[in-house]
């Protein structure tokens, strides 16, 4: 007789997942952080805390830092054990949307008809 629930048995369970989920410590500290960097603009723009061109550059720094704290600590990109499949799939991800953007831009600016 089998003492294993319905689902968790040898095929389908978790029974051959081999990465951990993550603690309830990893996941305060990301939304802990998740929080931080997500105030840090916020207030830097609403109190005027920099020029211009520095809040551009204090959003797009806090951005990427978000996107790498989602990847770290909830998306558990480090966890990742044998082929890196989605470390790659993402990278060519990132790859195609910065070819995009920056091919719109380029076709953009060197438009002719405006």
């Known amino acids: 007789m089998s003492h ?3 689902g968790h048995g040898d ?3 978790h029974a051959g997942h081999r990465g ?3 603690t309830l410590r990893e996941y305060v500290i990301g939304f ?3 929080i931080v960097l997500t105030l840090i603009p916020i ?3 609403m109190n005027d805390w920099f020029g211009h061109t520095a809040s ?3 959003l797009l720094v806090t951005a990427v830092l978000q996107f790498a704290v989602q990847l770290l600590f909830f998306m558990h990109l480090r966890e990742e054990a044998g082929p890196r499949y989605n470390l790659a ?4 991800g990132l790859i195609i949307v910065v070819v995009v953007v920056y091919g719109s831009i380029w ?4 438009n002719k008809m405006y």
Do not use: Q, R
Request: hydrophobic share 60%; proline share 0%.
């Open 89 to 92: 799939t993402l990278v060519l």
């Open 4 to 6: 294993n629930a319905v």
């Open 107 to 110: 076709i953009m600016d060197h």
């Open 20 to 22: 951990h989920h993550g």
């Open 11 to 13: 095929h389908g369970g």
């Open 32 to 34: 802990a952080l998740s």
């Open 56 to 58: 551009i550059a204090v």
């Open 43 to 45: 207030l830097a723009v």
